[in-house]
T-cell receptor
Framework: DTGVSQNPRHKITKRGQNVTFRCDPISEHNRLYWYRQTLGQGPEFLTYFQNEAQLEKSRLLSDRFSAERPKGSFSTLEIQRTEQGDSAMYLC???????????FGPGTRLLVL | GIQVEQSPPDLILQEGANSTLRCNFSDSVNNLQWFHQNPWGQLINLFYIPSGTKQNGRLSATTVATERYSLLYISSSQTTDSGVYFCAVTQGAQKLVFGQGTRLTINP
């Protein structure tokens, strides 16, 4: 069990650029979640996959955001035409089917200038 | 949607002191987790505790589901206990709903 990993750990970009983040869940965990955390707040749910199916999306996930999990293993989160309000920590978590505990990765900290 | 409130928002203690953090939730839940977020942002699982009491070393937690609250106890605090503690719940769906956190500072 190597834990949930996320890359990159930090990303600085200019407004209007596209960015993509990657999450590798704990092996054999078929559920994968994305959350966003802004300064001083608790994490907020963005979206959730079971295997390769995206089962729920928050209204926080605007049209500029897209998430994929093509083979039911790793996942990517893309933000198009970034805005300064997208600056946040993006957290990924995974859990096993039948297991309720979610395990979090170290996060990707995004700064949009 | 369900509301999760944590108290106190900030807590400053001397090393060796004991502390109690509270989490209130507005409706019945089927999952409750406590996390410690370290200064680098990593969320570390402390307890999965939808009901009952659990202990792990100097930390223990109690959830009274019928009264919709959970308590996290930290005994003999150490400076490494500093950070933000989050309570998070699920209500049927898979997504965790987090409270605003309690920022704990342990001074040497």
């Amino acid at each position: 069990d190597t834990g949930v990993s996320q890359n990159p750990r930090h990303k600085i970009t200019k407004r209007g650029q596209n960015v993509t983040f990657r999450c590798d869940p704990i092996s054999e965990h078929n559920r994968l979640y994305w959350y966003r955390q802004t300064l001083g707040q608790g994490p907020e749910f963005l979206t959730y996959f079971q295997n390769e199916a995206q089962l729920e999306k928050s209204r926080l996930l605007s049209d500029r955001f897209s998430a994929e999990r093509p083979k039911g293993s790793f996942s990517t989160l893309e933000i198009q035409r970034t805005e300064q309000g997208d600056s946040a920590m993006y957290l990924c978590a995974s859990s096993a089917q039948g297991g309720e505990t979610q395990y979090f990765g170290p996060g990707t900290r995004l700064l949009v200038l | 949607g369900i509301q999760v409130e944590q108290s106190p928002p900030d807590l400053i203690l001397q090393e060796g002191a004991n502390s109690t953090l509270r989490c209130n939730f507005s409706d019945s839940v089927n999952n409750l987790q406590w996390f410690h977020q370290n200064p680098w942002g990593q969320l570390i699982n402390l307890f999965y505790i939808p009901s009952g009491t659990k202990q792990n070393g100097r930390l223990s937690a109690t959830t009274v589901a019928t009264e919709r609250y959970s308590l996290l106890y930290i005994s003999s605090s150490q400076t490494t206990d500093s950070g933000v503690y989050f309570c998070a719940v699920t209500q049927g769906a898979q997504k965790l709903v987090f409270g605003q956190g309690t920022r704990l500072t342990i001074n040497p």
